[in-house]
């Protein structure tokens, strides 16, 4: 089996890096916040080992991929359309498998394009209809206040300049070590990255070496790529009104962890659970994990099998 492999491909008027491995059915595995294609990195080798052509991109803003500087380059039409570019370069449909904003990404893409997409797996973020009263960010704020995390990631460079006050591998180890279930709101006056612990013991499921691969990555292109997503979203809201109402035609597995920020305390168990998210998506399959929000690599062999018994629903081209 050829090892992973890296180039760059041009896209919807950028270049994206990608990692790739494997031959056979095309396999897009998109990333979340704040991650890069190397959150993949066990779903990678699991499915070009079973037969798939896997490819895993950094995301505009992400890694080795281009960062355009305005926040208006970040909308769900931009990202969609880097995605749409990357098929066109292999020329086909695919299956795709996203977390975090790689699952808003995801339900997008099977929402504008569903002739792309032969079956989505999304993980952590469920699709929501987009409320016709409130933007999505105005709303956030006035529901959680100045602390949630979301509110403060809007005004440029204001995350960042905290972020300053940690070295880059401190910085995403608050991030993506995170074990609090509830919603990331700092006390009034504080600033999310002062708020979130640093763990003194890592968890099994990765190592300081692996984290470092992450810190490296960021000190080179640093936060506000990865920031301006939040930046864009109450202009995503302006820009689907289109789509107001429209459902998810494509095959669907949904994952959540069962400890994933938020789940309980937001209503988004009872959403996950209820009428409202299958009446949208309607082809849908969801799994509950034991597990937290980066669920790819902490129970990142459930993860891969689960992916893998979704791909084999459908028949071999």
Same mark, same amino acid.
């Given at each position: 089996?050829?090892?992973?492999?890296?180039?760059?491909?041009?896209?919807?008027?950028?270049?994206?890096?990608?990692?790739?491995?494997?031959?056979?059915?095309?396999?897009?595995?998109?990333?979340?916040?704040?991650?890069?294609?190397?959150?993949?990195?066990?779903?990678?080798?699991?499915?070009?080992?079973?037969?798939?052509?896997?490819?895993?991109?950094?995301?505009?803003?992400?890694?080795?991929?281009?960062?355009?500087?305005?926040?208006?380059?970040?909308?769900?039409?931009?990202?969609?359309?880097?995605?749409?570019?990357?098929?066109?370069?292999?020329?086909?449909?695919?299956?795709?498998?996203?977390?975090?904003?790689?699952?808003?990404?995801?339900?997008?893409?099977?929402?504008?394009?569903?002739?792309?997409?032969?079956?989505? *797996?999304?993980?952590? +973020?469920?699709?929501?209809?987009?409320?016709?009263?409130?933007? #999505?960010?105005? @709303?956030?704020? $006035?529901? /959680?206040?100045?602390?949630?995390?979301?509110?403060?990631?809007?005004?440029?460079?204001?995350?960042?300049?905290?972020?300053?006050?940690?070295?880059?591998?401190?910085?995403?180890?608050?991030?993506?070590?995170?074990?609090?279930?509830?919603?990331?709101?700092?006390?009034?006056?504080?600033?999310?990255?002062?708020?979130?612990?640093?763990?003194?013991?890592?968890?099994?499921?990765?190592?300081?070496?692996?984290?470092?691969?992450?810190?490296?990555?960021?000190?080179?292109?640093?936060?506000?790529?990865?920031?301006?997503?939040?930046?864009?979203?109450?202009?995503?809201?302006?820009?689907?009104?289109?789509?107001?109402?429209?459902? *998810?035609?494509?095959? +669907?597995?949904?994952?959540?962890?069962?400890?994933?920020?938020? #789940?309980?305390? @937001?209503?988004? $168990?009872? /959403?996950?659970?209820?009428?409202?998210?299958?009446?949208?998506?309607?082809?849908?399959?969801?799994?509950?994990?034991?597990?937290?929000?980066?669920?790819?690599?902490?129970?990142?062999?459930?993860?891969?099998?689960?992916?893998?018994?979704?791909?084999?629903?459908?028949?071999?081209?």
């Amino acid at each position: 089996m050829h090892e992973v492999s890296h180039q760059r491909v041009k896209t919807n008027g950028i270049w994206l890096h990608i990692a790739e491995q494997g031959t056979g059915p095309l396999v897009l595995l998109l990333h979340g916040f704040p991650e890069i294609w190397y959150s993949w990195r066990h779903q990678i080798s699991f499915l070009a080992n079973h037969g798939y052509h896997v490819v895993a991109p950094d995301l505009r803003g992400y890694g080795d991929s281009d960062s355009p500087v305005s926040p208006t380059s970040y909308t769900v039409m931009h990202l969609v359309g880097d995605i749409i570019g990357l098929l066109d370069h292999f020329g086909e449909q695919a299956f795709m498998v996203g977390h975090d904003w790689g699952a808003v990404i995801g339900w997008h893409l099977a929402l504008f394009r569903p002739e792309r997409v032969k079956g989505l *797996i999304n993980l952590s +973020v469920p699709y929501y209809s987009r409320n016709p009263n409130a933007k #999505f960010a105005e @709303s956030l704020i $006035r529901t /959680y206040g100045d602390g949630f995390y979301i509110s403060q990631f809007q005004e440029p460079g204001r995350a960042e300049r905290a972020f300053t006050r940690y070295d880059y591998l401190t910085v995403i180890k608050k991030f993506l070590l995170i074990t609090q279930t509830d919603n990331l709101i700092a006390p009034p006056g504080m600033e999310i990255i002062d708020y979130l612990r640093t763990l003194s013991r890592l968890p099994p499921w990765i190592t300081e070496e692996e984290l470092q691969v992450y810190a490296d990555k960021f000190q080179e292109s640093g936060f506000t790529g990865a920031l301006n997503y939040y930046r864009a979203m109450d202009l995503n809201w302006e820009l689907t009104a289109p789509w107001q109402g429209s459902k *998810i035609t494509v095959p +669907v597995k949904f994952m959540v962890g069962k400890n994933d920020l938020g #789940f309980e305390v @937001s209503g988004v $168990r009872q /959403y996950v659970e209820g009428n409202i998210f299958r009446s949208l998506v309607p082809n849908l399959e969801i799994v509950f994990l034991d597990g937290h929000h980066f669920l790819q690599q902490e129970k990142h062999l459930e993860v891969s099998e689960e992916i893998l018994s979704f791909l084999r629903k459908f028949p071999a081209e």
